[in-house]
T-cell receptor, first 113, second 118 residues
Framework: DAGITQSPRHKVTETGTPVTLRCHQTENHRYMYWYRQDPGHGLRLIHYSYGVKDTDKGEVSDGYSVSRSKTEDFLLTLESATSSQTSVYFC????????????FGSGTRLTVV | AQKVTQAQTEISVVEKEDVTLDCVYETRDTTYYLFWYKQPPSGELVFLIRRNSFDEQNEISGRYSWNFQKSTSSFNFTITASQVVDSAVYFCALSEGGSQGGSEKLVFGKGTKLTVNP
């Protein structure tokens, strides 16, 4: 187990409300990622982080912000949720070196009504 | 820019048939990694294989095999004697650069949904 957890697992929220998703890791990995998964689109990168307070945008970053104040936590915030942000959100960590690869959390199913 | 194409959106086979899932990639880097992930109906992403650009040897793991061909920029995945439990969405993905970082991004294809019928 790579020690990556996402919370909440499911959430229903109303349009216009702020929402924060949390990704927590226990293995001190430098790189963390947020993806969204939608039918017909696969997984698309929203934002990623390469260290505490170091973040950058992915291909679908509009409407999302992130923060990483501690190595272990990477937060994804929808400032004002819209129905188009209904999706499954996955967090991932990247391991470097001999064990190079990406490990994903279990996902958060977000529904914006 | 890196790109992964999985042209097969959905495939349906009968149990015990062999099936090949296609993956074509684009990259300008000479050093890169290719991955396959499985997403069963339960929704989690399960890592299947990682292959770096300097290792073109095909790999076999039980009923699974992978054919990496740099000449055609392809990394195809074959399931031999498919089983109902193989039903899932399969994703091919590409990361540029070496194992110490390189590109920060893992780019996915859109996935192929495989249904194995009894």
């Amino acid at each position: 187990d790579a020690g990556i957890t996402q919370s909440p697992r499911h959430k229903v929220t109303e349009t216009g409300t702020p929402v924060t998703l949390r990704c927590h890791q226990t293995e001190n990995h430098r790189y963390m990622y947020w993806y969204r998964q939608d039918p017909g689109h696969g997984l698309r990168l929203i934002h990623y982080s390469y260290g505490v307070k170091d973040t950058d945008k992915g291909e679908v970053s509009d409407g999302y912000s992130v923060s990483r104040s501690k190595t272990e936590d990477f937060l994804l915030t929808l400032e004002s949720a819209t129905s188009s942000q209904t999706s499954v959100y996955f967090c991932a960590i990247k391991s470097t070196g001999i064990n190079y690869g990406y490990t994903f959390g279990s996902g958060t199913r977000l529904t914006v009504v | 820019a890196q790109k992964v194409t999985q042209a097969q959106t959905e495939i349906s086979v009968v149990e015990k048939e062999d099936v090949t899932l296609d993956c074509v990639y684009e990259t300008r880097d000479t050093t890169y990694y290719l991955f396959w992930y499985k997403q069963p109906p339960s929704g989690e992403l399960v890592f299947l294989i990682r292959r770096n650009s300097f290792d073109e040897q095909n790999e076999i793991s039980g009923r699974y095999s992978w054919n990496f061909q740099k000449s055609t920029s392809s990394f195809n995945f074959t399931i031999t004697a498919s089983q109902v439990v193989d039903s899932a969405v399969y994703f091919c993905a590409l990361s540029e650069g070496g194992s110490q970082g390189g590109s920060e991004k893992l780019v996915f294809g859109k996935g192929t949904k495989l249904t194995v019928n009894p």
